[in-house]
């Protein structure tokens, strides 16, 4: 157990895995036996070389779950033998924002797999405050979810959603099929869900969404119009990434709505945006970063059956796929969607 | 159809019919053919001649549905044949709060039933300002009840609730447990429900309520704390009216939290509050009265599957039994619900 | 009287007065005899042919003040004598929003200009609802000015400043100066103005801004976090209308800070923005539209003292002198702020 | 230096110094020189020996300024010769609020003086972290006042003040006129000062308020509604903890308005509320404890001149005559406002 391997991507569409020698575990560090770890849009930015925050080599893999098999000499909070998810954000704790609550703007912030430790192997050492404990009924598959349904969830509190606001959801990727859950779980009355690919949003469909538009068929600013009697949306999130989306989430709102953006851009310096949109309709763009504090509401919204995990998963793999899984992210044909490794 | 009878309370437990002469239709007036009316709670006040703020004799029944079957000349929205329910406000749209869009807060503000025109009638007429439709799947016994749902769904949106938020629900009456309803569809994690009643607390349970407490068994501050880990609930609504309950929902608040008050006191001068809670916890009371845009957003929780309105119909009756509704609603070995008048 | 000139701009650079006849009063309607009417930067717009809007030909005006000398037949909050600024939107009263109080997003707004009746006349006529009182203390000069104040206090309402927020200023024309003074009423620390015209930094200084950027001389977003501690600032506002300074608005925010947006793009479909800043600082851009509401509360900061309008009077003409009003506004030379015709 | 005294308050209405030694630094602790030291009416409640929330003997004092003579080994904000003003909280920095930055509602708050620590001493000894330091033209005595300050800021921001508020405030004494001036910083319209004495008024007067009532002479709830055209005020605070004003800083309230509850109750258990307000005129009631990121905003307003501190010291004395201060504070006559006790 002192030497295990963990993986990083070492150039554009290349897996390798560095052994890596077990630290001690300092005062508040659990050791985690990995038992899930599943695939970002992130880890696939960095795959595919194109992550437009970090460079290559890095580490890779930051939703994980599993077992808590040793504790350091201060651990008070938690147990050996429970079964958590990992939060993997670093934060200082004494910054402007850290010490107001904000850690996910942490002047010094940084994550697990940036700093060296992937998600990707079968150990992994944090401090207890950054787990969270699964109950009996969420499998460790699913409780690696529980980092992105955070991201979704962080987002639609920053959209603050009221009961009954109609939204509209650009993509239907996994961030997006977790917005969809946790848009509803709000009380949101109609939703719309926008992708260009028929899998996705047959997904969506299976999630309880009433209106699936493929922007490949029909305009979703025109469509959205027509069904809500010309007002447009309260709400929209822009989970893809791309200058037409972005322009087609704030022309759906209605005057005074809220766009939630969490997609990073590929290519951000080129991004022309119907800038009068904003005086005219009152509009308004929210950016929505990582999570704070959204763990423990992602986890509520489980534990109430308003958000399911498992129709995201796609596939399942052991470890030593890691790289074919990878490649069935990038084949369309795949009708991929969350795919999870297994340890 | 040119007369016909409409219910009065005309003395402490005496329920009149009086006939009335059918008005002719001002410009946006629409005429509707009543087919359900339920009894509120204040139809109770007033039927045992205690209501707070009204004296008898007074017209009772203000949670209606119907058909509409005549239009007056200038109507535009509103067609014959619609299937609707009323939002039973009289507001005079030319005060501070009404330019505002505040119009539950109107400085004339009049309800129909203290205007002279009750729920217990055959024919009813508005302005097609105050009625909502009603999708097929919605009956009309189900519709009469959109009324006392959308003062629990205004009294949600005055608590701010977010996902993941804890709540706890004084009260399992008729709003009591349409609280609970769009509490959960507001995504709240746990909810606590507490009664005296047993059987109401049963609906509470198979509305997916996981905490009932009965108060007469054991003190629901004291088991709120136990399983909130000491902390408390974020949000509270008081939905009794009485000195007990009022404590109690400031007490089981959570430091920071805010408790809704919707119940109205039958002997508010008498109510001793433990005001110091206030400072030592930063607590909030906040009142919510009525409702203001609230009948559409009960409508999208209905139409999302969020809400049920029919497991809180206990009894149906004619209109010619509605004194026996009375009697039913105050026997407590009846274990009523909400009772619907057929017509 | 019956007769009397209303100006134009007919072509780019062209002023010309055209003969109106007075319409009889409305039920509600005043009359009012212009006394002054000041010249707004969509005046200029216009006058340049570079409205992104509204084409030409245009009546211009619509900050204006005045005394009451006749009135319809149903006025009742509005005396002959009464001395008013006028608040120049047309709203139907009838839609969605209007009934929710949000009249500026009316979805068939007009305004007085743009139905055909300018400012730069002798007489105006207007419902009683949009006329505003001013007390003895402010002169018809400054009244002409509380529609601009009314802009920048709606910007500052939709920013929620709070107090002890610092903010950023881009643009010290009119709306930035009211601007300066309505976030310095609102409670906010430290307050930096940003513009490329010394004269304009001047008049800003006189107005208690302590941090007066000149853009030509340095960079302000480079000054703006040296002065908060690398932080940047809680709220910012891009009251220009060109690439640079909305990058600039954006890129001084605080993390987790609110750009407002209120100017118009003469170029709006080539404006590139910094798209990733979102995400990456949680940062938020909200369009600001006209007022709603904004007069009284513009009425109460003069009253109070804490803002001024008499500081932003550079110059008072004649109504004869319209045309050269204008191009003292378009020469550098002239350091023109406000300019106010006088009747 | 070694040895130095400290007052407490032994019995009811009796002051006395204990002997103290000097702890040594711990890390980030600084050792400060005390220059000023305010009573609270926190410290008048225990010489009274009827504080609400705590029993003899206890120390006394915690408006501390002064000047920082020596640091502890890993102090990195603060040098000596700083001129500082105490936050004088003690927080535990693990429990749920404190993690949020919530720190007013930690699970385990304590006070400097409630730990043995109080103000009325040569010496004091806290945390880096709570140190504010003040600009040369804030004096010592004008420094011990920003802990008051800082109360009244809190409230405020708990009131969601908006620009153009109307304000009432009851109770003018220290933490009143406080309020007083960080309600008109925030941008409020009218603001009306209640109180029994004249000399308060007086000093409200000098302050800016427009409306000072004095309730002995007038009912203020008549005055209100008749000076704010039967409406009311958009925000109330009870700075007094008595039945009476409770009741009228709910009376006064516009409907929908706030009141934020300031003051302790000596004689919390037989407060009654008239509790139908609530929902009647949909009010709130909000408590408003101590500071949070308070100390910082206090010092911004004073900065900008938006608050005066020096007004509002009526007397000043040395140290051995603590006793007498505290009986000037009960004595009517003395007609004084905060006492500061200079070293």
Redesign the interface.
């Known amino acids: 157990m002192n030497e295990y391997p963990m993986a990083f991507v070492t150039a554009p569409g290349r897996v390798e895995f560095k052994n890596r020698t077990l630290p001690p575990l300092k005062d508040d560090d659990v050791l985690i036996k990995v038992k899930a770890s599943s695939i970002c849009g992130g880890d696939i930015h960095l795959y595919k070389g194109k992550h ?2 970090a460079s290559l080599p890095m580490a890779i893999g930051h939703e994980v779950s599993g077992e808590v098999i040793e504790l350091g000499p201060a651990v008070s909070k938690i147990a050996v033998g429970d079964r958590v998810a990992v939060e993997p954000v670093i934060v200082c704790r004494r910054c ?2 850290c ?4 850690y ?2 942490c ?1 010094n912030i940084g994550y697990q797999y940036s700093s060296g430790q992937g998600g990707f192997t079968p150990y992994f050492v944090v401090s207890e405050d950054w787990v969270h404990c699964l109950p009996d009924f969420i499998s460790y598959e699913e409780g690696a979810l529980l980092e992105p349904l955070a991201v979704a ?1 962080h987002a ?3 959209a603050q959603i ?3 606001h109609y939204a509209a959801i650009f993509g239907a990727g996994g961030i997006g099929l977790f917005l969809l859950q ?1 848009v ?7 939703v719309f869900i926008v992708d260009l690919l028929e899998h996705r949003l047959k997904t969506a469909t299976s999630l309880g969404a009433r209106f699936t538009l493929n922007a490949a068929q029909e305009d979703p600013v025109e469509r959205i119009f027509k069904e809500t009697q ?2 447009g949306v309260d709400r929209s999130f822009e989970a893809v990434g791309l200058e037409k989306t ?1 322009q087609q989430s704030a022309q759906s709102l209605k ?2 709505g809220i766009c939630v ?5 590929e290519d ?22 990582g999570y704070c ?1 959204d763990f ?2 992602a986890l ?2 489980v ?2 059956g ?1 958000v399911k995990l498992k129709p995201l998963i796609s596939h399942q793999l052991p470890l030593q796929d890691l790289s074919r899984a990878f490649e069935i992210l990038l084949d369309p044909k795949s009708q991929a969607n969350k795919v999870v490794i297994q340890l």
Request: no cysteine; net charge positive; glycine share 12%.
């Open positions: 437009p925050l402007y924002f010490l107001r609550g904000e996910h703007l002047q969830v639609v509190r920053k009221e009961p009954g946790a509803k779980a709000a009380g949101s009355g109609e010309g007002l972005l005057k005074g953006l969490i997609g990073l851009f951000p310096l080129k991004v022309i945006f119907p800038v009068n949109l904003f005086v005219q309709r009152e509009i308004q763009i929210r950016g929505s970063r504090w423990q509401v509520e919204l534990k109430n308003q």
